[in-house]
């Protein structure tokens, strides 16, 4: 058993972190790859044996996890981010919208497998939820315009406990009806009443003790973590399924106060996020009868097409009317509802406690289960042709930003704007200081990584470049910047210094560096103050002996900042430090 018990963990985290490792390497929602190796690894291989491995504490442990997802989640709901346009659209797709799902889903359900009622209703209630942890990765790929993505990414988070919270109301009236009770809406509200307060209790403490400095800045997120388990312990043992509202409660008030900053909890760490989503959907899958699925494969196959082709495009132009939404994004928002991990987990625990009442719940799992992977490939596929179809994505970022505040920055930033790159240059000084002189677009140094973000994000950039020497502000810059545009996006120019090291270093463990192996900051130091500048070099002229090629912006847009290494080939037009 303890040789069961090794290789069923090992698996469950190297498929669960492997396949989104992979997903996101090349680009594809990386859902299609854990459900299925969930499925593999159960009932395919007998890896991993959920019930064997966690009995009894499988299922709260299934609900602790998706609780602090959707704590995560609800993090990211803040109002002062959503432009004032969305604000009705998302209202609506979360409730006319989630209302129209939820009748179209149940009705489908219900024709197709002539389920009862009741078993259809939940159902119906649980592919309402779509999710963040779905519809981000889809988001990135797309890169829709800015409302659209506000709209689908908020409607995502949303639906989550919205979801949830109609499966509980459906599951309590169906097992309150299956023992000819009467008070499953009572049970609800008193669920939903213990949990938020216990979520505004929690909310209260955490902003407390941060604004008390009780909490060193390297554990914030995870004291955040320790509230968000305690508020789920305590409502969730006093009534059972009041966890989730509590740390959903404690989210949105933890992100929308004003008293403290909470910018090192509002995600608590994607390590952890993606372990846990790469937990969750292997262990669920792995529960999955596959046979059962295949049984019913057609069907589902309707019921999916039901669902995207009919229910969700009803209910997203019914919640858009009347909205300054414009038509194709409209059409993008109809053309987007996947299901995530919180529907595979409600599928999951809802089948086990209909089971517990004696009722057959043989049709929930592999329904939702299908359903998730069904939405999951033809909006994985699909969305960014789409997309273009429909003229609603952005165009791929190609700008620079630079770090630094020399002059020969400034100069280089000017000349590859005029070039038509977007440019924009973080600074220690003043915002504006030199921004109205060389009309280049300025950051402060000091930027909050939110508003560093979003900053890059509207200017379309792509890759930066370092050319300022390392302090311990730089290096946290540098590490945000390596967080929002990938390691090999951002390159260095280094010091004389850095260059000796270099050249000592293992090649595996050298940066990407910005312009020719043997340039440095002292080199181009020095250059500039022997009166050397910045210039674009005539198209098919020869390069001259004291240049120093710096960057050529080619014909699609893109920069290439290591033109010197390509001195024949390089098309486009060319900058380089001369004098």
Do not use: C
Not at 313 to 332: E, H
Not at 550 to 557: D, K, L
């Amino acid at each position: 058993m303890g040789d069961d018990a090794i290789v069923g963990l090992t698996t469950i985290v190297v498929l669960g972190v492997g396949a989104q490792w992979i997903g996101r390497r090349v680009g594809f929602p990386s859902l299609l790859l854990l459900l299925p190796a969930g499925m593999i690894a159960g009932d395919g291989l007998g890896l991993v044996d959920p019930e064997a491995l966690f009995g009894e504490t499988l299922f709260p442990l299934v609900t602790l996890l998706v609780s602090l997802l959707l704590f995560q989640s609800a993090q990211q709901l803040r109002l002062a981010d959503l432009p004032r346009e969305a604000r009705g659209p998302v209202l609506r797709l979360n409730t006319v919208g989630a209302l129209i799902t939820f009748i179209g889903a149940t009705t489908a359900v219900q024709m197709l497998f002539d389920a009862p009622l009741g078993i259809s209703a939940l159902i119906g209630a649980i592919v309402i939820v779509s999710g963040p942890t779905v519809v981000g990765p889809l988001l990135e790929v797309i890169r829709p315009r800015a409302t659209t993505r506000s709209i689908l990414a908020w409607e995502g988070t949303v639906l989550d406990p919205i979801g949830a919270t109609v499966g509980v109301v459906v599951l309590n009236i169906v097992i309150a009806t299956n023992r000819g009770e009467i008070h499953a809406l009572a049970q609800l509200f008193s669920r939903l009443g213990l949990g938020v307060a216990v979520g505004l209790v929690a909310a209260g403490l955490l902003v407390l003790v941060m604004s008390k400095f009780l909490v060193t800045d390297n554990m914030e997120a995870a004291v955040a973590v320790l509230f968000a388990v305690a508020a789920f312990g305590i409502a969730e043992t006093l009534l059972s399924e009041a966890g989730l509202f509590a740390t959903v409660t404690l989210g949105v008030v933890a992100a929308n106060q004003r008293l403290v900053p909470t910018a090192r909890i509002a995600g608590f760490g994607e390590t952890l996020e993606v372990l846990i989503i790469g937990i969750l959907f292997i262990l669920l899958g792995a529960l999955v009868d596959v046979d059962a699925l295949e049984a019913r494969f057609w069907t589902i196959v309707v019921l999916v097409a039901v669902l995207v082709v009919v229910v969700r495009p009803i209910g997203a132009l019914a919640s858009l009317l009347g909205s300054k939404v414009p038509w194709r994004d409209r059409g993008m928002i109809a053309w987007m509802d996947p299901r995530g991990i919180v529907a595979a987990a409600t599928a999951a625990q809802f089948s086990g406690t209909l089971e517990q009442s004696g009722i057959d719940a043989s049709l929930v799992s592999p329904v939702v289960f299908g359903v998730i992977l069904g939405t999951g490939i033809v909006y994985g596929l699909t969305a960014r042709p789409v997309a273009r179809l429909l003229q609603v994505a952005r165009a791929a970022p190609t700008g620079v930003a630079f770090v630094g505040d020399a002059p020969w920055v400034f100069d280089l930033a000017a000349r590859l704007r005029d070039a038509g790159a977007p440019v924009v240059v973080i600074t220690a000084r003043v915002q504006g200081a030199v921004a109205d002189a060389n009309g280049v677009p300025e950051l402060p140094l000091l930027e909050s990584e939110q508003e560093l973000e979003a900053a890059i994000i509207d200017a379309g950039i792509e890759k930066a470049v370092i050319a300022t020497r390392p302090n311990p502000v730089v290096t946290m810059m540098t590490a945000d910047l390596v967080e929002l545009l990938g390691r090999r996006h951002v390159l260095r120019v280094p010091t004389d210094l850095d260059a000796a090291a270099r050249r000592l270093a293992h090649p595996l463990h050298q940066a990407p560096q910005a312009f020719d192996d043997g340039v440095t900051l002292d080199a181009i130091a020095e250059r500039v103050g022997r009166g050397a500048q910045v210039i674009e070099l005539p198209e098919g002229s020869v390069l001259p002996d004291d240049a120093l090629p710096i960057a050529t912006v080619r014909p699609n847009g893109t920069v290439d900042l290591r033109p010197g290494l390509r001195r024949q080939t390089t098309v486009g037009r060319r900058f380089a430090l001369v004098g």
